[in-house]
């Protein structure tokens, strides 16, 4: 059964600074990984996704990577804004093609002005 | 322009009651999602549709019952609401199972 998990559940860094969010999962036959970003009351915002075969993904000042032999993938942001202050969830889907999104409890993060 | 759209977006209802939800997606995809985010704010999915096919049947109640009349839209109607049944219902679409997805701004439901 695959289990995803966020570390830290929740993070406070002064505006400016480079941060990372973690995400783990337990069964590396994962077939793509999504990056959400969730802001409070509202719905899901799609970052980056990544497919089972690609290492990372850019968007912006979002940085996504990717390491299914250690079951791991990190989100880095870059230089921090108070308006990346969002609860920040990651989930995957196992080989299948079933769309089946396992998700982690999220990070919650707020950057300071 | 609306990708993902929902109705209502705010839900308060008595147990007992039946009530159902909308989802409409104008972004052509072929597959739909129900997901429920309870007080603990953790997503699990409930439902998927695949051209309108039943793909995936969470272990979900029976008063549970997901609609797709066409692909773009994806109903879920809910029986004999319980108090456990307030949470957040989010739809998402995607291409096809397995591509990235994208959320509707979610329904909150809560039963008195």
């Known amino acids: 059964k695959q289990e995803v998990t966020q570390i830290p559940a929740a993070l406070s860094v002064p505006e400016g600074e480079n941060l990372v969010l973690n995400c783990s999962f337990t069964d590396s036959a994962i077939y793509n990984l999504q990056w959400f970003r969730q802001d409070p009351g509202k719905g899901l915002t799609s970052l980056l996704l990544?497919?089972?075969?690609?290492r990372e993904q850019t968007s912006g000042r979002l940085n996504a990577s990717l390491d299914k032999s250690s079951g791991r993938s990190t989100l880095y942001i870059a230089a921090s804004q108070p308006g990346d202050s969002a609860t920040y969830l990651c989930a995957d889907q196992l080989t299948g093609n079933t769309g089946k999104l396992i998700f982690g409890q999220g990070t919650t993060l707020q950057v300071k002005p | 322009d609306t990708a993902v759209s929902q109705t209502p977006k705010y839900l308060v209802t008595q147990m007992g009651n039946d009530k159902s939800i909308k989802c409409e997606q104008n972004l052509g995809h072929d597959t739909m999602y129900w997901y429920k985010q309870d007080s603990k704010k953790f997503l699990k999915i409930m439902f998927s549709?695949?051209?309108?096919?039943?793909?995936i049947n969470e272990t979900v109640p029976n008063r549970f019952s997901p609609k797709s009349p066409d692909k773009a839209h994806l109903n879920l109607h809910i029986n004999s609401l319980e108090l456990g049944d307030s949470a957040v219902y989010f739809c998402?679409?995607?291409?096809?199972?397995?591509?990235?997805?994208?959320f509707g701004p979610g329904t909150r439901l809560t039963v008195l």
């Open positions: 998402a679409s995607s291409r096809q199972g397995g591509r990235e997805q994208f």
């Open positions: 549709y695949n051209n309108k096919e039943l793909i």
């Open positions: 990544i497919q089972s075969s690609q």
